[in-house]
């Protein structure tokens, strides 16, 4: 049954090539004639005067794991939708409940306004 | 099926070498890079055990959210690599407490698998079969009471995640699309009747 996922292998050989290959090109064909000067900030005329990594704010990291909880909800609805029409109307108030529950947290998480961005 | 374990081994080969440069590697993004690789080369060896979903839900929630996560956190730390090092002595013990535990448990998985008489692996399945309608068979009716509670720690994570991160801030200036749609004429434009100015003459 695997040899349904060959055209899975043969877009990641395909996906692989064309990445390295555009690299290796430039590397390979490209002319190098390295210069201190190539380096160094240019345009504005001010040196880096700080670490580039600075820090985000912490409601990019509330987004994200919000994200993250919901994406599993999702994960979990995927072989219920499959399986549905053989575990009938048992399946339906499982994945009702389940719902439910995590309604409540979106509810709480809509009126403690985690989704709005001020 | 050497084709196949070809590909075992590839993959296999590009899961130890991600996962070596992820501790190996000085800097944190590219440490965060090389796990999504090893995480993505395990879902290609899940699929080799044709545990098709759980390899593509490894893609689409780990490669696709928690990575993500890891990046936001990554860069929010502002980590600084000299100061972690001080403290690397003191956290060695510890350390390798884990690494024992885990290798441990990793030699009792071999064990039992060289230990079980051979056959007993289970069978290769036919074309037709599908992994995703067995998870679903079962996860919703053997096992619906661990279903709900995955449901009530996804909540407590939800709640959690709100009251440790959300901070109000008075100050800041912001759009409130609401209260800009719903204002009326009368708000904004004051109508004023007045004499026409006289010319001078």
Known sequence: MLEGYLPVLMFIVVGLLVGSVAIMAGFVLGRRRPDPAKLSPYECGFEAFEDSRTKFDVRYYLVAILFIIFDLEIAFLFPWAVALHRIGVFGLAAMGLFLTILVVGFVYEWKRGALEWE | ?201
Do not use: C
């Not at chain 2, 069978?123 to 996860?139: A, Y």
């Not at chain 2, 994570?157 to 409130?176: E, Y």
């Open chain 2, 1 to 201: 099926m050497t084709f196949e374990l070809f590909i075992f081994y590839l993959f296999a080969a590009v899961l130890v070498f991600a996962a070596l440069r992820v501790v190996t590697v000085r800097n944190p993004v590219h440490a965060v890079l090389f796990l999504v690789l090893a995480f993505f080369s395990s879902a290609a060896l899940w699929l080799l055990l044709e545990a098709e979903f759980l390899a593509l839900v490894l893609v689409l929630v780990y490669v696709g959210a928690v990575m993500v996560l890891f990046l936001f956190v990554v860069m929010m730390l502002d980590i600084n690599v000299a100061v972690l090092r001080e403290g690397f002595t003191r956290y060695l013990p510890v350390g390798l407490l884990v690494g024992l535990a885990i290798v441990a448990e990793m030699g009792l998985v071999l064990v039992r698998y060289f230990v079980l008489p051979p056959g007993s692996a289970p069978k290769p399945v036919g074309p037709d079969f599908s992994n995703t309608r067995m998870l679903g068979d079962l996860l919703y009716t053997h096992y619906v009471y661990p279903f709900e509670i995955a449901a009530a720690i996804l909540l407590v994570a939800i709640v959690a995640a709100i009251a440790l991160t959300l901070r109000r801030r008075p100050g800041t200036k912001h759009q409130d699309p609401a209260a800009q749609i719903a204002v009326r004429r009368r708000d904004r434009v004051r109508l004023v009747r007045m004499d026409a100015e006289k010319k001078p003459e």
